[in-house]
């Protein structure tokens, strides 16, 4: 017999990022429909070198968030993805092959689960 559970919990707010890298701005972060065509208006992008990318959140979270970034590509060897900071207003990663250098992936998909207020779950 299933029983209903009752919470004062509220949800979690999920954001979702795909960075097209070949067209996203180096230099200055920017809203940028070309370098994120999906997830623009909640976030500006920065390309600060080869397989190197900062998401900064337009509505940062009450804490630190869970990422989770995946490269797509045609190169079978880019397969290590590292999240070099996060904080609550922003994200950076580094996306490595298997070698360890740095390299553009032809797509970056990037998940981003947090919360909005601070006595969320911990």
């Known amino acids: 017999m299933r029983k209903q559970v009752e919470s004062s919990q509220r949800k979690a707010r999920t954001e979702t990022f795909r960075l097209v890298s070949a067209s996203v701005p180096s230099g200055t972060a920017a809203e940028s429909a070309a370098g994120c065509p999906e997830g623009y208006l909640r976030c500006t ?7 190197d990318f900062t998401i ?3 509505e940062p979270f009450q804490r630190i968030p869970n990422v989770i970034a995946t490269p797509v590509s045609s ?8 999240h070099a900071s996060t904080s609550a207003s922003l994200v950076r990663v580094l996306v490595r092959n298997d070698s360890g ?3 553009d992936p032809t ?3 990037v998940t981003v689960l947090g919360y ?7």
């Open 116 to 122: 909005d207020t601070a006595d969320q779950v911990r």
């Open 101 to 103: 250098t740095l390299t």
């Open 107 to 109: 797509e970056l998909h």
């Open 45 to 51: 992008v920065l390309k600060n070198g080869t397989g």
């Open 75 to 82: 190169a079978a060897s880019v397969k290590a993805v590292l």
């Open 56 to 58: 900064n959140f337009i």
